[in-house]
């Protein structure tokens, strides 16, 4: 079904004086010298802030695409990246030549610049249709080079530019079977660049990162990824995260191993899958609140190999009294949860065997 394009509603009437001060403002932007923009730009930029975006100001903002100044159109785009837009309005300015000048901004040397043009882009990549438009523009490259760079001055940059990259990899999960197909990240040397920015301090970046992988993971393209992140042995940064106790890191590393436990075979994963390793999965079923992470928790036990050594280890770490809980708890009976319970079911009955055949009781 054809999806009608965008509309500009009419502003409510109770709007009409901000309507006036918005027209008044990006006249003077457009129009006369920069020293006037910044006596009215905090002024109108505080009254739009806390409501949602007024048909005449997205009208005047698509004149952002204009050439001129570089002063007006960084003050423009610090207003765009402040105010409230509704999803009609966003692609309303991308299709009127918005992303253009933003891209422009962020090669611009200076870093305050840099940060307005990347904050602007971080709103609008939300919507999947236009992080695609993006990814296909070319704002992957630079947003990159601004995370690759380690400085002092780019620290809050990189907060923006991180989960700017992590909607353009959601925005290509959403493609449509007859669009021509966008990919992400396609060689060895960006994955493995772009994954080894996961050991950087705060969880802000590495949880950006991880989502991001993980919706490169259910992409068309996704088979492909889980691959080369195998290769590249990102397992094994995986167990080390997912052995931390951050309640935000810890559940998207777990749902990524998880991703990649569907990539390997048994003895390539047997390799991690130690006492240790087998244990903290366990601890992770039992205590945590976040049923997504006691899924992929559940998933990742289900799918160890299934050899002797293996089944051992299981049965010493307590995983039968685990998956005989999760298996009859009703509270925990979740659509994913649900989807592995087969898995969880031979598993289960594996484990018994091999305990009855060591002479144990249950």
Not at 91 to 112: H, M, S, V
Not at 215 to 244: F, N, T
Not at 250 to 264: G, I, S
């Amino acid at each position: 079904m054809t999806q009608s394009p965008p509309t500009i509603s009419s502003p409510p009437s109770s709007a009409k004086k901000l309507h006036q001060q918005t027209f008044l403002f990006f006249s003077i932007c457009l129009n006369l010298d920069c020293s006037l923009v910044q006596i009215y730009s905090s002024t109108i930029r505080s009254a739009l802030k806390a409501r949602s975006c007024p048909a005449l100001f997205i009208l005047k903002l698509n004149k952002f695409a204009i050439p001129g100044s570089e002063s007006t159109k960084t003050d423009m785009a610090e207003t765009l990246s402040e105010i409230e837009l509704t999803d009609q309005n966003k692609l309303y300015l991308i299709q009127t030549g918005a992303l253009d000048p933003l891209l422009q901004l962020l090669k611009n040397g200076r870093i305050q610049i840099k940060k307005v043009a990347g904050k602007a882009l971080l709103q609008l990549s939300i919507l999947p249709q236009i992080g695609l438009h993006m990814i296909r523009e070319g704002v992957v490259g630079p947003l990159f080079e601004l995370l690759y760079r380690h400085s002092s001055q780019t620290s809050t940059l990189r907060k923006w530019v991180a989960p700017t990259i992590m909607h353009l990899a959601i925005s290509t999960t959403v493609q449509e079977a007859e669009e021509e197909q966008v990919t992400f990240l396609e060689s060895e040397e960006d994955i493995f660049k772009f994954f080894s920015l996961i050991s950087l301090t705060g969880p802000d970046i590495p949880t950006s990162i991880l989502k991001a992988f993980y919706a490169m993971c259910q992409s068309p393209s996704g088979l492909d990824i889980r691959m080369k992140l195998s290769q590249l042995s990102a397992v094994r940064v995986l167990v080390q995260l997912c052995e931390v106790d951050n309640k935000v890191v810890r559940p998207n590393a777990v749902k990524l191993f998880f991703c990649l436990t569907e990539a390997r075979d048994d003895s390539s994963f047997s390799e991690h899958a130690g006492q240790e390793c087998i244990e903290n999965f366990l601890r992770i079923i039992e205590t945590t609140n976040d049923v997504e992470e006691i899924g992929a928790a559940m998933g990742i036990v289900s799918k160890l190999p299934k050899d002797p050594q293996i089944t051992q280890l299981l049965l010493d770490s307590g995983a039968l009294e685990t998956i005989f809980a999760c298996l009859t708890d009703g509270n925990r009976h979740t659509g994913q949860i649900l989807r592995l319970q087969r898995m969880l079911s031979k598993l289960f009955a594996v484990l018994l065997s091999q305990q009855l055949w060591n002479g144990r009781r249950w």
